[in-house]
């Protein structure tokens, strides 16, 4: 079931998106957050540095999931997801770095690491997951064809998806990884609620084929459909086509 929020700026979007964090982390229990990289979820990340700085709000005792990592990056390297997210929220706040789930894209045995990661994730249930949408319909890094039972994997990049994110490397699609470790799509519908966070025309289709579209593995986040909580934020360009 989607509840949709339409809003004119990325930093409205932002402030709506966090009311649905703040529930999650004002709830009843200490939540296991499932986090995202990207550029969709940054202004949500300022939202919750903020509240932790204004509010006393403590990470203390989160577990975060992150979705997925580059294959080939070293953690310290400036584009890995690790770095991502430490730069974008880790150092802000007061969660140990224990606590800090981001699947290993840099180890031996990439397809043995999925399958840790994937068994640690396991073993918690996410009370949110924040994702953001590819052009391409891909959520985390689970790209067209990627099957709906899939749990965490290895995933070659589609070329479009490689484009977009070239970006964050000089504008030079050659610097960008060919593959991901990534939960699957299985491994996301486990989370209790989604935040799902869309911004720009260039989303527009995709966000379409995510709610109106038949579901099918060609737009992998109209799975999304079957589930029971999805939060989505959108500018009006992302709205466009709904
Ligand atoms: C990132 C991720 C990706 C992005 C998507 C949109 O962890 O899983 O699915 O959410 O590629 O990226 P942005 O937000 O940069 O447009």
Redesign the pocket.
């Known amino acids: 079931m989607f509840h949709v929020t339409v809003k004119d700026t990325y930093d409205e979007v932002s402030a709506e998106a966090f009311k649905v964090m703040k529930e999650v982390m004002y709830g009843d229990h200490t939540p296991v957050l499932g986090?995202?990289?990207?550029?969709?979820?940054?202004g949500l990340y300022k939202e919750m540095i903020r509240d932790h700085n204004e509010n006393g709000t403590s990470y203390k005792d989160i577990l975060t999931f992150?979705?997925?990592e580059y294959i080939g990056l070293p953690r310290d390297h400036r584009e890995s997801?690790w770095t991502?997210m430490h730069v974008n929220l880790f150092n802000h706040v007061d969660i140990p770095d224990e606590n800090v789930h981001v699947p290993l894209g840099c180890g031996e045995d990439p397809e043995a690491d999925c399958a840790a990661y994937e068994e640690e994730l396991a073993k918690h249930t996410v009370d949110v997951q924040v994702?953001?949408?590819?052009?391409d319909g891909?959520?985390?890094?689970?790209e067209p064809g990627c099957p709906f039972d899939s749990v965490t994997h290895v995933m070659d990049l589609t070329e479009q998806?490689r484009q977009?994110?070239a970006r964050?490397f000089d504008g030079d699609i050659n610097q960008v990884p060919t593959k991901?470790c990534?939960?699957g799509l299985a491994s996301i519908m486990r989370a209790k609620k989604i935040i799902l966070?869309?911004?720009?025309a260039?989303?527009a289709d995709a966000v379409y084929g995510m709610m109106k579209g038949p579901k099918t593995v060609d737009c992998p986040a109209s799975i999304l459909q079957d589930h029971a909580e999805v939060y989505v934020f959108l500018d009006k360009e992302a709205a466009s086509k709904l």
Do not use: E, Q, R, W
Request: proline share 3%; no cysteine; glycine share 12%.
């Open positions: 986090l995202a990289t990207g550029s969709s979820p940054v992150n979705l997925d997801y991502f994702l953001g949408i590819g052009s891909h959520i985390a890094f689970n998806t977009d994110n964050f991901a990534t939960m966070i869309a911004t720009g260039n989303k």
